[in-house]
């Protein structure tokens, strides 16, 4: 028995999905298909890839070991099949950003890029730091973006800019008379934060802790549109990336607070699995990101996010300036 692309597209399908079922719905093909070509597979290398656990396949180390072999491999496939001429660049790309990224900064990516390529489909998926590595490093992404190192082996991880945290109230908080405050000055006050385990959660207890022995936390949500129509209708503190904040604070509908011994800076990164093939589509949305970053075109609001940073930058000279 030979090698054959089918069994290699039946694996990588069923590893990348971690079901037949789905592997089934996406490649159009029966389980019992799908089933035989994965057993063919393992007899051609004399490895099971899976461990059978009831009806669930299990990927092991062999498998581990092939996924990223395998996944270059169709990658490579699918770019000999596309090649033309006119080096048109075309295919499908699955993107994931965690929450602000994905949120605030990757639709606008992701439209002026295929706006630039109509020929390439691109899936967004937004979740979690965590959920957007684990994607990545199991290759049901082609690329994530996240705000916050990455240091899993299996994973290569580059800069890609960064944004700050700003704290916010609604206008008729007791705090929000545009003074600095200090940190004891917020140590009564309710809080409203994203959830256990979020980037922005993680920076703001580490550093607040350090001041007070707890933080009273009244409301929790992943939502960034919940978390701040939840503040604007209390006498909360909310603490969220000023990508997600600016246009309220720009209406007056909330009010930053600054508090003198917190300063929330943050890096995000473009994380992509080691030893898999990079081919032309993943590269050039990379490139294109990188680029897109370095030039400030990045808010959904274009020209407007570009104000609105002109003005914040004119406000902060006045200031410097004792204007």
Known sequence: MRL???QIVAFEAIARTGSVTRACAELSASQSALSASLRDLEDVLGVALFDRRGKRLILN???????????????????????????????????GGSTTIGTYLLPGICGRFIAAHPEVRIELVVDSAAAVMDSVQ??????????????????????????SLVLFTAPDHPLADGRVHSIHDVGEAVWFLQPTGAMTRALVTTAVLQYLSAIPIGLVSQNLEALKRAVRASRAIGCLSRLAVQKELD??????????????????????????????????????????MRAGRLAAGGK????????????????????
């Open 251 to 292: 209406a007056g509908v909330l009010r930053e607070l600054r508090v003198k011994e917190l300063a929330f800076v943050r890096k995000f990164c473009i994380i992509t699995r080691k030893s898999v093939y990079q081919g032309d589509l993943q590269s050039s949305f990379i490139r294109f990101a990188g680029e897109a």
């Open 61 to 95: 180390d062999a498998g581990r070991r092939l996924q990223p072999r395998a996944t270059s491999l169709l990658r490579q496939l699918r770019e000999f099949e596309s090649a033309s001429a006119d080096s048109t660049l075309r295919g499908s790309l699955v993107v």
């Open 4 to 6: 054959t692309l089918r």
């Open 138 to 163: 199991g290759m049901s992404l082609d690329v994530g973006f996240i705000e916050a190192a990455c240091s899993r082996p299996a994973l290569q991880s580059e800069p890609w800019g960064g944004d």
């Open 304 to 323: 407007a996010g570009e104000k609105a940073a002109g003005r914040r930058r004119s406000k902060a000279t006045r200031r410097r300036a004792g204007g």
